[in-house]
């Protein structure tokens, strides 16, 4: 596609239960990021896959969050069993070159809200 | 790691008026800096950017001057329009982490 998509756009849940956020790159590149945003906690960053290299998964909270990335495409962020703080929004990234540039593409993001 | 201190709060102008909001940073060595922005129902984009020391980036009337003495990258517009509220947000590379690291973001609202 044009650009990074993300789905679904919209999540609301029960605590407890478990959420899948899925992110298409733009085609061709091979850097993909993670992050949640917060209200007043801007962009925390989570995880970073580039291209066949094991993902930084420096940032991920806790080990209820995973994450993965098939085919060095689409990707998909794990959450389980959901809880009140993991509500948030869940951006996707890509990059041709890495973060190396500094020249990021973002998705509209995933609004994750757990009840 | 490195890191971005934005000024605290939104920001609320009227059009037409001057806009400055504040970025720092803080590294250990002289990170290409960026502004990106949030506009409503959008995903972050790219304002602008600048790799070095006194380099000013510049876009849709917006500059910033990556000022190293004062370790400082504000973003300014001389006359804000409608169409510029948005969410701004100050970052860094981070070449520790291979990362992007972004500030808290301040949300602007302009008003006719």
């Known amino acids: 596609g044009a650009g990074v998509s993300q789905s679904p756009s919209n999540k609301v849940t029960e605590k407890g239960k478990d959420v899948e956020l899925r992110c298409d790159p733009i085609?061709?590149?091979?850097?993909l990021y993670w992050y949640r945003q917060s209200l007043g906690q801007g962009l925390e960053f989570l995880i970073y896959f580039q291209g066949n290299s094991a993902p930084d998964k420096s940032g991920l909270p806790s080990d209820r969050f995973s994450a993965e990335r098939t085919g060095g495409s689409v990707s998909t962020l794990t959450i389980q069993r959901t809880q009140q703080e993991d509500s948030a929004v869940y951006l996707c990234a890509s990059s041709g070159g890495g973060a190396l540039t500094g020249e990021l593409f973002f998705g509209e993001g995933s609004r994750l809200t757990v009840l | 790691g490195d890191s971005v201190t934005q000024m605290e709060g939104p920001v609320t102008l009227s059009e037409e008026a001057f806009l400055t909001i504040n970025c720092t940073y803080t590294?250990?060595?002289?990170?290409?800096l960026f502004w990106y922005v949030q506009y409503p129902g959008e995903g972050l984009q790219l304002l602008l950017k600048?790799?070095?020391?006194?380099d000013k980036g510049s876009n849709k009337g917006f500059e910033a001057t990556y000022r190293k003495e004062t370790t400082s990258f504000h973003l300014e517009k001389g006359s804000v329009q409608v169409s510029d509220s948005a969410v701004y947000f100050c970052?860094?590379?981070?070449?520790?982490?291979?990362?992007?690291?972004f500030g808290k973001g301040n949300q602007v609202v302009v008003i006719p």
């Open positions: 590294a250990t060595g002289y990170p290409s």
């Open positions: 970052a860094l590379i981070d070449y520790g982490n291979n990362r992007l690291a």
């Open positions: 600048a790799t070095k020391a006194d």
């Open positions: 085609s061709g590149h091979t850097a």
